[in-house]
């Protein structure tokens, strides 16, 4: 059960009470919408908070005084929900239950999250140099290997194309190029200026009555100055138009990516049923699309779908031979047209179910995918708690699954290939 508290305007705390852990968690999210002008420095604020603070002045320090906090851990939270990017730090801690006699850990830890979030060392009016350099290579490092992995590479120009007029399109870490323009003093007065408009979402799990929780944490986000800017509500893909794109890089493998849209959303009765659908078309090892291309034609070195349930957007991605892409491209259209007409089995539609049902019962499991699940949820507007998803799964019928494909529209096919190669002739 999720409890609310209201703390201060534009600061809301969700509560999990949960005995089940030794170990508790709370998280700080800055809710910004999602901007080229600002991803990349939103992406870089966590992890220069957490190299320092006025009282513990570099790495070591902060990891002695983790250390003493019954070994308690602080890590960057950088998310992109929707049309919101979020940016804060992550906490793990024991729960107090399990202190010795006299010792607090809740106390010290939120203290400790204050001195992270509100006491940076400052130089020449900005962050430490030393500090944001640092964490700016870091940074260009984690987006560089993002365009390194060409899977992930693919999957992100295909939604860059399809959403290059919605934000969703924006990579969660920003630009390189934005990255490495980053400059100390702006990156401090950007942090002040979302510091005292964003929106603030904690969501604490572990043992601790709600209502201590949300005194404890109060004081920490009366920040003078404050006036939260109101966040405008999540949308579906704001449509441009599709088509087909070729690019070529030194791949020994082909990438195939196709992108669907249709108007069931999250935020739409027929969720369950698409849910259901994407997984049962290609979410799995059961799958029709894993199961027919993969294991029984031989089409492709891997292939899967996603659903971004709050734009309205479903994916395939295949790795294939470079000579193989309208054939695998046919092949994908041809098992999702079998979905519109409802000729998968029942064993193939339970298996789908499963799968999800699955993934649900799991969220319970630990205090971090509890924190995961919920907070997203909170963040996309979603209302369905877990029990309520798997309940409007096991409702969903073929009829209704089929209706979902049928929603399906193709608006782009994006294909990285690999490169001609120049082969020398012998001369004559």
């Not at 200026?193 to 109060?218: C, M, N, T």
């Not at 509500?233 to 138009?241: A, C, F, H, V």
């Not at 030194?250 to 999250?266: D, H, S, Y």
Request: aromatic share 8%; charged share 25%.
């Amino acid at each position: 059960m999720i409890e609310t508290h209201f703390l201060l305007p534009g600061v809301v705390l969700h509560c999990c009470r949960d005995a089940r852990f030794k170990q508790g968690c709370l998280s700080v999210q800055l809710v910004r919408p999602m901007a080229g002008s600002e991803a990349a420095m939103n992406a870089l604020i966590p992890t220069v908070l957490l190299r320092g603070t006025t009282r513990h002045a570099d790495l070591r320090s902060i990891t002695m005084a983790l250390d003493d906090l019954y070994g308690a851990a602080v890590s960057p939270l950088v998310r992109r929900v929707g049309d919101y990017q979020t940016t804060g730090l992550y906490c793990s801690f024991m729960d107090q239950r399990f202190a010795l006699p006299g010792d607090r850990v809740q106390e010290p830890m939120i203290g400790f999250l204050r001195e992270l979030l509100l006491e940076s060392p400052l130089e020449n009016g900005g962050f430490r140099r030393e500090f944001v350099e640092s964490e700016k290579r870091n940074l260009i490092s984690s987006i560089e290997c993002e365009l390194n992995d060409k899977q992930v590479y693919a999957m992100g120009r295909l939604l860059k194309t399809m959403c290059r007029e919605d934000s969703f399109g924006l990579p969660r870490l920003g630009e390189k190029e934005q990255a490495a323009a980053i400059d100390p003093v702006e990156l401090y007065r950007h942090y002040q200026k979302i510091l005292l408009e964003s929106q603030i979402v904690l969501f604490y799990v572990g043992s601790a009555e709600p209502g201590e929780v949300a005194d404890l944490l109060r004081p920490v986000f009366d920040l003078p100055g404050r006036k939260p800017q109101p966040l405008a509500p999540q949308t579906g893909l704001r449509e441009s138009p599709g088509g087909e794109i070729t690019e070529t890089m030194e791949v020994t493998q082909g990438k195939l990516c196709l992108g669907f849209t249709t108007p069931i959303t999250n935020q739409t009765t027929e969720f369950a049923a698409m849910q259901l659908l994407t997984t049962l078309f290609g979410g799995g090892m059961t799958s029709k699309l894993f199961m027919n291309l993969r294991e029984k034609q031989s089409l492709c070195y891997s292939i899967g779908s996603n659903y971004y349930s709050s734009k309205g957007i479903i994916t395939v991605s295949a790795g294939i031979d470079c000579d193989k892409k309208e054939l695998v491209r046919d092949e994908i259209l041809r098992q999702l047209e079998l979905c519109r007409r409802g000729e998968f089995t029942e064993q193939e539609l339970n298996a789908a179910r499963e799968y999800l049902v699955s993934g649900l019962r799991a969220v319970h499991d630990s205090p971090s995918s509890i924190e995961s699940y919920y907070a997203t949820a909170a963040l996309s507007a979603s209302k369905l708690t877990p029990a309520e998803y798997i309940d409007a799964l096991c409702a969903v019928t073929a009829r209704q699954a089929a209706q979902a494909a049928e929603t399906l529209k193709l608006h782009t096919v994006y294909f990285l290939t690999e490169q001609e190669r120049n082969i020398p002739h012998d001369p004559v």
